[in-house]
């Protein structure tokens, strides 16, 4: 569904593209290639502490992905069989009216035109009366048809085409709507702005958090850079990065600030081009744009040189021989270039007190680089490494002490010093060759159990170091003894980075997506926190300023939009996918990954009550307007329908709703609650009766003037308009109507939301289109009084707090009438015909037809009729 997926499609397949059922391919091979050396952030898991190797499923998970694949081909061709035969029906019932009312309508016309005819006869010569008889029957012939065309379009339903992967999709133009192709489309008076970002990418990033002098903590999460103010509490944000941001770096002027992005892939497959950003962190304005076009796949690691206050930027990207860069800062000219390795790199670094000498770290290497003309390395430190101390896999980390050593921490838990020695170019290799002083190791502290994460250097020659399995940050002297030591709960994962705001006071970015703030003697409380795996579920209060959120890390959290904060966090034994808010807000339910569904208690979090309903995930939940009924949609194609009683705390089953040939996606109450509009994975629009026992609407004309209480379906008549040109039908995962009815967000497959005008009938609609997300939308929503909307990623594991500014005006049924009858054309012209007996021939009037998209405007039975 998201471009995250195209890289198992191409483990399973050996071909890029969307799912069996989706997209098109991408177009090269080589765009394939970057895709799968450049995962989009959060696909693995990257604890870096083991080695990470992916294996290719086997032959039979291939023929049962590609089984799927087929069954799913079938489910749709059924679909769509079953939608020509209800057609073929409603119009076999119509056919004998029409025929009455034309028989009716047109015999006593035809009558008195024969009788007056005869009452007058004509007094000219035998060949002009034939002929003036052939020329006025042909002009009474085509009266007729056109007041035939007339009678036809008086009695007969008018609707929309819409066509989504050569499938007709048709929605029922409303009884308010006089004249469609008249209908104005614009986008909406309100905008959005980013108000706040929830969460910290610490889980697969290191070396991300700084605290600057300003008071104000930097890092990242998805395509956005937050400064926040740990005492006032209030972010700023720099969003002029269009992927995911991986690395950040700090200026030895405290003010500078350089962040690199990953390339990532448009929705078209076009690999885009992986950059640096150098950024002044107090106006938030762009100062340089280093490499564009030059990184591969993306940029790894950035640092600034100390020795000369700056001037040069070391980057390395995510290639394969992961190529180490130097860079002019104030010309964005490269200096050098060089071929690093090809095992996975974690850190780079300038000599603080020699702007010549560089170091990078990461899979069994640690390598040290002398600039001059060019980068040359020395590397025989392996040689020597193995005859006194156990090789570790991974070197994690490493900083420079006052007195010139580098202190490095690796995956054994060991903080190892090197210092400078006379050379043994015996022991060291060719690589030493002419240098009579290098750095060796000198020393081996055993400093955690497990990996040692991140090394923190401080005022007055103290270390810091924080671990991964023990989790603990110990304080040490300048010649490495302990001195303090404090472990974090366990609930916040292992400790990532450390950052230093006051030589007491700590910043402490942890692998579970959290910043804590504190010190050995108070602890550590967070002031940042997150989810750590892909998130879907969103749901807001009713009539609270917070908001639930669920997902594949199995936790249930409930934030609050005016303290920015969260307030609660539950852990299940299932992933959560969906979720509601009772109308009397007391309650909320969640729907699971194995059919189960729970509800639980806002105030005290336990559980009230527990069912499950079939064995297939659960895709939508969600309550009647008065909170009478319950309708839970589930992937086995069915929806579940619950009576509610005792303000949400009993449930009994109602009914089921039957008739879906694909897995329920999403679906809205009426707003007396007793109907629902609900949409599938084969892009089915139904409507049901749950008043008369969940009954199947054959007839969808008579659901065309329905009012809905909510309107998240993302195939309708109303939001017909948010679909692209071109669209496959996984491109929008999610939308949601304001409360006012006068706007609706729209969650993209591309990182994107958009805000369009409501309703927004007409294709190509024009929309307000935001960036921030690093991975596919997941889902919208708005607040209970219309002040916020938000919007979480999936992969990027961010949640985005967008203010809703700008006023609109007139109810949405009024503008749409409005517009219908006074608007003289449209910003998309259609092309069509507007003669009678063109439309006679055809039965239809183009408006773009397209494929796999397009839209075509029927009157349905008049082909059939003629």
Not at 183 to 190: K, V, Y
Request: net charge neutral.
């Amino acid at each position: 569904m998201s471009k995250h997926k195209n890289l198992y499609n191409f483990l399973v397949t050996g071909r890029l593209g969307k799912t069996a059922v989706g997209k098109n391919s991408f177009k090269s091979e080589a765009e394939e290639t970057t895709l799968l050396m450049n995962p989009p952030c959060g696909l693995f898991a990257d604890d870096m502490s083991a080695e990470i190797s992916p294996e290719l499923p086997d032959h039979a998970s291939i023929m049962e992905v590609r089984l799927q694949a087929q069954e799913e081909e079938i489910i749709l061709l059924k679909s769509s069989l079953a939608d020509a035969l209800r057609r073929i029906h409603v119009h076999d019932q119509l056919l004998p009216l029409i025929k009455q009312q034309l028989v009716a309508t047109l015999q006593p016309k035809c009558q008195y035109s024969c009788s007056h005819k005869w009452q007058k006869p004509l007094k000219r010569p035998l060949c002009l009366t034939r002929a003036l008889d052939m020329e006025q029957s042909k002009k009474e012939s085509k009266g007729k048809e056109i007041k035939l065309w007339q009678i036809l379009m008086r009695n007969v339903r008018q609707s929309i085409k819409m066509f989504i992967r050569g499938r007709p999709i048709t929605m029922y133009i409303p009884s308010n709507i006089q004249n469609y192709e008249d209908l104005r489309m614009e986008p909406p008076s309100q905008r959005l702005e980013l108000d706040w970002v929830y969460g910290y990418r610490g889980r697969d990033c290191r070396a991300n958090l700084y605290f600057l002098p300003s008071g104000e903590a930097v890092y990242f999460i998805a395509c956005v850079v937050v400064l926040y103010h740990i005492n006032n509490r209030t972010q700023r944000h720099y969003r002029k990065h269009t992927d995911c941001v991986r690395c950040l770096t700090l200026h030895p002027d405290k003010v500078r600030v350089a962040s690199g992005q990953t390339a990532g892939v448009d929705k078209d497959g076009k690999a885009l081009q992986a950059c640096v950003h150098i950024w002044d962190s107090t106006t938030l304005v762009t100062l340089q744009q280093i490499g564009l076009g030059t990184f591969q796949r993306g940029v790894g690691s950035v640092a600034f040189s100390c020795a000369d206050s700056g001037t040069f930027l070391c980057v390395i990207d995510d290639s394969n021989e992961h190529m180490l860069s130097v860079w002019d800062c104030n010309k964005g000219t490269k200096h050098a270039e060089v071929k690093s390795t090809n095992e996975a790199v974690f850190a780079v670094e300038f000599n603080p007190s020699d702007s010549t000498n560089i170091i990078t770290c990461g899979r069994s290497h640690v390598y040290f680089w002398t600039l001059s003309v060019r980068l040359s390395r020395m590397d025989g430190w392996m040689d020597g490494w193995m005859d006194k101390y156990k090789k570790p896999k991974f070197i994690q980390c490493f900083v420079f002490s006052l007195t010139g050593d580098v202190l490095t921490g690796d995956s054994e838990g060991n903080i190892l010093t090197w210092g400078k020695s006379a050379a043994d170019v015996k022991t060291l290799g060719k690589g030493a060759k002419g240098n009579l002083k290098t750095l060796q190791i000198m020393r081996q502290t055993k400093a955690h159990e497990g990996s040692v994460f991140t090394l923190c250097t401080l005022q007055g020659s103290a270390l810091l170091s924080g671990g991964g399995k023990d989790r603990k940050i110990i304080r040490w002297s300048a010649d490495l003894a302990p001195e303090r030591e404090c472990e974090i709960p366990e609930k916040f994962g292992a400790v990532r980075t450390i950052a230093d705001v006051d030589d007491e006071e700590l910043l402490v970015g942890t692998t579970r997506n959290a910043i804590l703030r504190g010190t050995f003697s108070d602890g550590f409380v967070a002031i940042v926190q997150g989810h750590v795996d892909e998130m879907w579920g969103l749901a807001t209060h009713p009539s609270q300023n917070i908001f639930l959120t669920c997902g594949h890390d199995r936790q249930v959290c409930l934030w609050n939009t005016e303290e920015h904060q969260l307030d609660w966090c539950i852990n299940l034994e299932e992933y959560g996918l969906c979720a509601d808010f009772c109308p009397n807000g007391s309650v909320v339910s969640v729907g699971l990954s194995t059919g189960r569904w729970m509800v639980l208690d806002l105030l005290t979090q336990d559980v009230i009550s527990d069912s499950t309903d079939g064995n297939e995930q659960l895709s939508v939940i969600r309550y009647s307007p008065d909170g009478s009924f319950l309708a839970v949609g589930s992937h086995d194609n069915f929806i579940y329908i619950y009576n509610v009683t005792e303000n949400g705390r009993r449930y009994s089953r109602f009914g089921k709703c039957n008739g879906h040939s694909s897995f329920i996606t999403h679906l809205d109450w009426s707003t007396d609650g007793k109907h629902i509009m609900s949409n599938s994975g084969d892009y089915e629009i139904l409507y049901w009766d749950i008043a008369a026992g969940c009954k199947l609407l054959r007839n969808r004309f008579e659901s065309k003037d329905r009012e809905w209480a909510s309107y998240t379906c993302v195939l309708g008549f109303h939001v017909m308009g948010v679909w692209l040109e071109g669209s496959d039908g996984t491109d929008i995962n999610a939308l949601c109507r304001s409360h006012s009815e006068r706007i609706v967000a729209v969650a993209d497959d591309f990182c994107k939301v958009h805000l369009f005008q409501y309703p927004c009938p007409k294709p190509k609609a024009p929309s307000h289109r935001y960036e921030g997300h690093g991975s596919h939308v997941t889902n919208v929503c708005f607040t209970h009084c219309d002040s916020h909307l938000l919007s979480m990623g999936g992969k990027d594991m961010c949640i985005l707090q967008w203010r809703v500014v700008g006023r609109g005006s007139g109810d949405s049924r009024e503008r749409l009438t409005s517009a219908s009858s006074t608007s003289t054309g449209s910003p998309e012209p259609a092309t069509y015909s507007n003669q009678p007996d063109a439309c006679l021939n055809q039965g239809v009037l183009n408006l773009g037809v397209g494929t796999p998209f397009g839209v075509t405007r029927h009157w349905e039975g008049v082909a059939r009729c003629l």
